[in-house]
């Protein structure tokens, strides 16, 4: 439906500043584990929420569904006691926003979904030696959602805007058994797409991938431990930007001191020079993208680091107001039921000047991280432990083999500032980013990279 703002308005002149936010999604997820669907699982909800500021004060509330007495009676309660200003202006009519779709997947019937998932089961049992694949976990998803958001500004008036999101995301997990073993490896790709991202990069192929590199990872010898040079090749994805130094810039964050390592640095050089880094939902097709954030805010690339240097954070409304400065447009929220924080939308490095092949060979006994597996991080020294999902060992400038039980131990700060070789090309993973709470839709990349010195840890699996 579309929302009629005009009998609202009356309701926003409480605070200093006073939102809307209407949403309604669908969707689908479809499981499928060991030769058969498991479990399909569909829904749809729809609800608003209101939220009133007043200096430090936010009042916050939500209603499932769209009716409008809800909306009245929940503006009366949240805004009882609130200072009142003059009513804003009626805001111009909000031009929809609907991102590419090539190939709508809701008209799309389960049964060709399904068939997809079983060929990609299949392609999983083709790549098996002797009965080594001990479970097979498959998932496709698809959601869509709209947004319409009407926000009172004391000082700058009224906006609207509404928006149209379509998610696919396709996951494989497979797990590989030998001599008393276990070994998994996971392969997910997702976009802001439609179904046309099923036949870019066929579920067949990213499964069967999963598959070799659980059944490799079997055969291979323990990581080594220890320090040495580690190279983070740029199809691992951008795990290590996320975690080591992302959530570390987002404004509430370092407003409250859970970030001491980047609070009060803005200027300061905390990176390599070859480093910078951008969060930008204006990419097109990209998990984390939108055009408007979950406040109404137009999304706009955010330089955190040019060059080595700490430009800026990532703001929402509420700590932007606090640092007396405009949002710069990452104020998400998982849902109405939820209020809006900071969060990342698509971050990465930027490539740099390095040849991604004569990074490898620059280093002559280390290890080669091709892919990076889940972490942990502590926001208030910057300490990390990143598991390696699929890493090699480099001899003489060459990969000798593939290792398992590989993790990366070191601190974020210490990591950007000691990179020293960024190559010019360039790898994405995707992921929804879990925060207060709420999840999100990512992604994250890097180029390649080389690390000097980082500590290797290992498992006895």
């Known amino acids: 439906m579309e929302m009629n703002w005009s009998p609202f308005l009356p309701l926003m002149v409480h605070g200093e500043y ?27 909800s729809s609800g608003i929420a209101l939220r009133f500021l007043q200096g430090e004060e936010t009042r916050f509330g939500h209603a499932d569904g769209l009716d409008a007495g809800d909306v009245v009676s929940l503006a009366k309660s949240l805004a009882a006691g609130l200072p009142r200003r003059a009513a804003a202006a009626k805001p111009p009519p909000a031009k929809l926003v609907r991102h590419a779709v090539l190939k709508d997947p809701f008209p799309i019937s389960l049964d060709e979904k399904v068939r997809l998932l079983a060929e990609a089961d299949r392609a999983v049992r083709r790549v098996a030696e002797g009965g080594l694949i001990r479970q097979v976990s498959l998932t496709y998803g698809e959601r869509y959602k709209k947004i319409s958001l009407l926000s009172v500004d004391a000082q700058t008036g009224a906006v609207s805007s509404v928006e149209e999101r379509v998610y696919s995301v396709f996951s494989a997990t497979v797990v590989a058994e030998e001599n008393g073993i276990l070994q998994t490896a996971t392969e997910v790709m997702g976009a802001l797409a439609g179904f046309e991202m099923m036949e870019k990069h066929p579920p067949a192929e990213i499964a069967a991938a999963a598959a070799r590199r659980a059944i490799q990872k079997l055969r291979s010898p323990h990581a080594p431990t220890g320090e040495m040079p580690v190279i983070l090749e740029s199809q691992a994805g951008g795990t290590m930007i996320h975690e080591a130094i992302g ?91 939820h209020k809006p924080i900071p969060r990342m939308s698509n971050t990465f490095i930027a490539p740099g000047p ?42 003489n400038g060459k990969v000798k083999h593939m290792v398992r039980g590989a993790s990366l131990l070191g601190n974020g700060p210490q990591v950007l500032s000691s990179i020293d070789l960024v190559g010019s090309d360039m790898g994405w993973g995707v992921g929804t980013c879990g925060k207060g709470g709420q999840g999100v839709p990512v992604s994250d990349g890097q180029p390649t990279l080389r690390i000097p010195k980082l500590l290797i840890g290992g498992t006895s699996n």
């Open 18 to 44: 006073s939102e809307i936010y209407a949403e309604e999604s669908h969707g689908r997820v479809v499981s499928f584990e060991d030769g058969k669907v498991d479990e399909v699982e569909s829904g749809e």
């Open 247 to 337: 959530h570390s810039l987002e404004a509430d964050g370092i407003q409250k001191g859970i970030s001491p390592v980047y609070q009060g640095r803005l200027g300061a050089v905390v990176a390599n020079e070859k480093i910078t880094v951008y969060d930008d939902p204006t990419l097109a097709g990209h998990r984390g993208s939108f055009v408007y954030d979950d406040e109404g805010t137009k999304s706009e690339r955010t330089v955190l680091v040019d060059k080595g240097v700490l430009k800026t954070y990532l703001y929402d409304r509420l700590t932007a107001r606090k640092d007396g400065r405009p949002s710069n447009g990452h104020g998400r929220r998982e849902s109405y039921a």
């Open 354 to 395: 390095d040849d991604a092949k004569k990074i490898v060979a620059s280093v002559q006994n280390g290890l080669l991280v091709t892919r990076m597996g889940g972490g942990q991080v502590n926001p208030v020294t910057g300490d990390f432990v990143f598991e390696v999902e699929e890493g090699f060992l480099l001899e």
